[in-house]
């Protein structure tokens, strides 16, 4: 049910005319940002459709002529050095700036991307002419992404931005631990324009400093999330990289990734039962912080990245939803609670609305598509495996985590 809702978010209220990912749909005011594409949404939103098919709710015929108008848009749209920027125009494909300098490349939001079209490729390659045509189509966008260019002429580190006006004037190197883990998969996985591995281990890695050898709730954190104080982060870190990125099984240096991704999703569940800011309505059946829409002091609606040390009062559906392979009993609690307790309140056209308190009886009945386009393709992890077994079975990713020195158990290398 929440799987086949959350679709519609993709589907049914896709950008009128790239057809990807809306940035936002805010149900009292439908035409607010109406044009803007969002480029890391979108690519969840590939994910979403994919796992719609595989589950009969979106007839396959259908899906492959959406995809193609998605990918030819991606094809036509700007690019930096082969990275798409973070916002786009629906209209044109022109850069919208995010940020007063940030009107270039964003690799973050570009992996994400190359994810889905990963997952497309190995979906549809065996498939009708039409279809082996549009895995072709996204081989050769995954391709096009100058992961190299990114490394600012040659450091040990990826950098998140570039743009043709302001260069690397952001400086936003990409280290560990947060969300962008498959950026360094992607860029050690591309057979065009791969990264050395010394950019995984001294950057990302921080020459070993990612690792945190502390508890929560007698929990290992595992992971040294940036900017926690040796908590954890919000829950989408344990998402976005994952989407295709199977944790299970999968070690390397530094870390099992699959007892890294329970322990976040356990540590952030005790939290909210622990409850240690007296939040009213928190508990075994209400729980999960991320970021998304918040609650303002004042009683406005915000935007915040909620978790053990930002609690808001403010919990967010996609937290638990999207965590149900780690934590399948605690979200399947939420799941009940959401539908069958609080639908009327809590689910609207495209699924379950982006955050709500119980503490001050607010709701906001918006949605973002960074926050809706992890719970279908979560879900369908924890079904079928779906897109994780896509992901995986790709013979450069393999070797990209081969290189950085992975490996995993449940897919054999």
């Given at each position: 049910m929440v799987q086949k809702d959350a679709i519609k978010y993709f589907w049914d209220y896709?950008?009128?005319?790239?057809?990807?990912?809306?940035?936002?749909?805010?149900?009292?005011?439908?035409?607010?940002d109406a044009n803007i594409v969002t480029t890391g949404g979108s690519g969840f939103g590939l994910m979403t459709i994919?796992?719609?098919?595989?589950?009969?709710?979106?007839?396959?015929?259908?899906a492959v002529a959406r995809l193609q108008t998605n990918l030819n848009f991606l094809e036509n749209a700007d690019r930096f050095h082969g990275a798409w920027p973070h916002w786009m125009n629906g209209t044109n494909g022109d850069v919208i700036p995010f940020g007063t300098k940030?009107?270039?490349?964003?690799?973050?939001?570009?992996?994400?991307?190359?994810?889905?079209?990963?997952?497309?490729?190995?979906?549809?390659?065996?498939?009708?002419?039409?279809?082996q045509a549009l895995a072709q189509q996204a081989d050769v966008l995954w391709q096009g992404v100058e992961w190299?260019?990114?490394?600012?002429?040659?450091?040990?580190?990826?950098?998140w931005h570039w743009s043709p006006e302001y260069e690397w004037e952001m400086n936003f190197q990409l280290e560990g631990y947060n969300e962008c883990l498959v950026t360094y998969i992607m860029a050690a996985a591309s057979p065009t324009h791969s990264i050395s591995e010394e950019a995984y281990h001294q950057g990302w890695a921080r020459n070993g400093n990612i690792t945190n050898g502390g508890q929560r709730y007698n929990i290992p954190v595992i992971f040294d999330y940036n900017g926690a104080s040796s908590n954890v982060g919000p829950m989408f870190w344990s998402h976005y990289s994952y989407l295709g990125l199977d944790p299970r099984g999968l070690t390397d240096t530094y870390a099992n990734y699959w007892?890294?991704?329970?322990?976040h999703t356990n540590i952030m569940y005790e939290h909210c039962v622990a409850?240690?800011?007296?939040?009213?309505?928190?508990?075994?059946?209400?729980?999960?912080?991320?970021?998304?829409?918040?609650?303002?002091?004042?009683?406005?609606?915000?935007?915040?990245?909620?978790?053990p040390n930002n609690d808001r009062g403010v919990i967010t559906p996609t937290a638990a939803l999207s965590s149900y392979p780690y934590a399948p009993e605690k979200s399947l609690k939420f799941?009940?609670?959401?539908?069958?307790?609080?639908?009327?309140?809590?689910?609207?056209?495209?699924?379950?609305?982006?955050?709500f308190s119980p503490h001050y009886d607010w709701v906001t009945r918006r949605y973002l598509a960074i926050?809706?386009?992890?719970?279908?393709?979560?879900?369908?992890?924890?079904?079928?495996?779906?897109?994780?077994?896509?992901?995986?079975?790709?013979?450069?990713?393999?070797?990209?985590?081969?290189?950085?020195?992975?490996?995993?158990?449940?897919?054999?290398?």
């Open positions: 896709a950008e009128t005319n790239s057809k990807l990912a809306r940035e936002r749909y805010h149900t009292d005011d439908p035409s607010n994919l796992a719609g098919v595989d589950r009969g709710f979106i007839p396959r015929g259908e940030d009107n270039g490349g964003d690799l973050v939001e570009t992996s994400f991307v190359c994810q889905a079209l990963i997952c497309i490729r190995e979906y549809f390659k065996d498939g009708t002419e039409e279809e190299d260019w990114y490394t600012k002429g040659g450091e040990n580190v990826l950098y007892d890294a991704v329970q322990n409850n240690p800011y007296q939040w009213e309505g928190y508990g075994e059946n209400c729980w999960g912080l991320t970021a998304s829409y918040t609650r303002n002091s004042n009683g406005s609606t915000g935007y915040s990245a909620h978790q799941l009940r609670y959401l539908y069958e307790e609080k639908k009327d309140q809590l689910v609207g056209v495209a699924g379950p609305y982006d955050a926050d809706q386009g992890t719970i279908v393709p979560m879900i369908e992890n924890h079904r079928t495996g779906l897109l994780w077994n896509l992901f995986m079975q790709a013979p450069e990713v393999q070797q990209g985590l081969l290189n950085l020195g992975f490996s995993s158990s449940q897919h054999g290398f």
